[in-house]
Each structure stands twice: as C-alpha cells, then as structure tokens.
C-alpha cells in the first residue's frame, strides 16, 4: 500500500501553468505505475496521464495531449503534473493515484489514492 499526498493545486487564469506534485510514502514506490486522474462537479473522475515505473510508458488523455506533462523522480517519491495552456474546462479535483505494476489508465485498476487537490481555471 502507498499513501499519497498531492499539492499545488489553486486558481490560474486561462492560458495559465500549474504544477501538481504527489508525494508517495513506501519503499516500493519506484515499482508503481502512477497517474492523475480529476473529476469536476457532477462528473465521473476521468483520467489524465500515467507514467509506468521507469518513465519509459506514458499516456495522456486527448483533452491533455500537448499541454500537461507527467513526471516522476523515483528517489524522492514525487510523481508531478505540469499543465500548460490551462483551460477553464480543466477546472476540477486532481487526484493521484498508483498501482503496482500494471500500464494502465483505468480507473478501477488503482487502489491507491491521494485526498485531491482543487484546480480552478478562470476565464
């Protein structure tokens, strides 16, 4: 099991930049597969990037293609989001989350995750 934290979150104007970070307790973490996911008012959680242990797989979601960037350093148990170009439909709770293994986007798969963190983008 990992326990998660995420930060960074706040409120950008449109075209705006964030980076969100999720720090990750557990020895194991550089096993994990990482992602973001987010879920905004009255919608389901959908997910938004994922990096597998070594960086060497990653996917992003359309919407996100060529304006967020998923990260990891494996020696400080940090996962990281950089979004660019931020649209006031990106607005929504951000959540980590990880997964032993396996490269996946999928929601149900991740067991693990973190509290959230609130992205608001203005127009």
């Known amino acids: 099991q990992v326990q998660l934290v995420e930060s960074g979150g706040g409120l950008v104007q449109a075209g705006g930049s964030l980076r969100l970070s999720c720090a990750a307790s557990?020895?194991?973490?550089?096993?994990?597969?990482m992602a973001w996911f987010r879920q905004a008012p009255g919608k389901e959680r959908e997910s938004v990037a994922a990096?597998?242990?070594?960086?060497?797989?990653?996917y992003y979601a359309d919407p996100v293609k060529g304006r967020f960037t998923i990260s990891r350093d494996n020696a400080k148990n940090t996962v990281y989001l950089q979004m660019n170009s931020l649209k006031p439909e990106d607005t929504a709770v951000y959540y980590c989350?990880?997964?032993?293994?396996?490269?996946?986007?999928?929601?149900?798969?991740?067991?693990?995750w973190g509290q959230g963190t609130q992205v608001t983008v203005s127009s």
């Open positions: 989350a990880a997964e032993p293994g396996r490269r996946t986007s999928d929601k149900s798969e991740y067991d693990d």
């Open positions: 557990g020895r194991t973490f550089s096993r994990y597969t």
């Open positions: 990096i597998n242990w070594s960086g060497g797989w990653v």
